[in-house]
């Protein structure tokens, strides 16, 4: 069984960055053709993706956030990171992170974490 | 980006009343469509892929149609367990983009 893990700062202040960790059991994230994504949600509000790491370590990052958005993958400690720079309160949100099947499932997610609040706030 | 609209944007249902949602794409998606369940706390999961491709462990009252640019879900008698926010999520090209979610409450 997968089992995701979000951890991080749940309070971010206005332009520094936003560091997330996903610590990742039962799979690997470097291994199996799987996309590990970041994906977020703004309290009451809908579900962005942030972008993803292929299990190569190759990533592709929504153009919304491009310019801000770094994802890593740590394979020694089976661990997906996720750095936003400059935040504002427009980045306030429910940080999910899951784990995405590949084209010949349709790119499902098949498994998430049960998510992390950050907050944006001096 | 490829825009996913849903209507409504809330549905009241009694009890086994039959519950459809729809889901429309800015662009044509072929079948690249899922539908994922929210409840309220929780992180989604999805019940159906593939536009009609039902997800394991989901119950047979929920099924999908459409391809293209329109796509339904369906739920064919509502649970009181249905309770949620429904959302549609396109991935024919990235970025992967949702609907604006449909929620579902009991009448």
């Known amino acids: 069984q997968v089992q995701l893990q979000e951890s991080g700062p749940g309070l971010v202040k206005p332009s520094e960055t936003l560091s997330l960790t996903c610590s990742v059991s039962g799979g690997s994230v470097s291994s199996g053709s799987y996309y590990w994504s970041w994906i977020r949600q703004p309290p009451g509000k809908g579900l962005e993706w942030i972008g993803y790491?292929?299990?190569?370590?190759?990533?592709n990052y929504n153009p919304s956030l491009k310019s801000r958005v770094t994802i890593s993958g740590d394979t020694s400690k089976n661990q997906l990171s996720l750095k936003l720079t400059s935040v504002t309160a427009g980045d306030t949100a429910m940080y999910y992170c899951?784990?995405?099947?590949?084209?010949?499932?349709?790119?499902?997610?098949?498994?998430w974490g049960q998510g992390t609040l950050v907050t944006v706030s001096s | 980006d490829i825009q996913m609209t849903q209507s409504p944007s809330s549905v009241s249902a009694s009890v086994r009343d039959r519950v459809t949602i729809t889901c429309r794409a800015s662009q044509h998606i072929s079948s690249w469509l899922a539908w994922y369940q929210q409840k309220p706390g929780k992180a989604p999961q999805v019940l159906i892929y593939a536009a009609s491709s039902l997800q394991s462990g989901v119950p047979s009252r929920f099924s999908g149609s459409g391809s293209g640019t329109d796509f339904t879900l369906t739920i064919s008698s509502l649970q009181p367990e249905d309770v949620a926010t429904y959302y549609c999520?396109?991935?024919?090209?990235?970025?992967?983009?949702f609907g604006q979610g449909t929620k579902v409450e009991i009448k």
């Open positions: 899951a784990r995405v099947r590949d084209s010949n499932d349709w790119y499902r997610v098949d498994y």
């Open positions: 790491m292929y299990y190569t370590g190759s990533t």
């Open positions: 999520q396109q991935t024919n090209s990235f970025p992967w983009t």
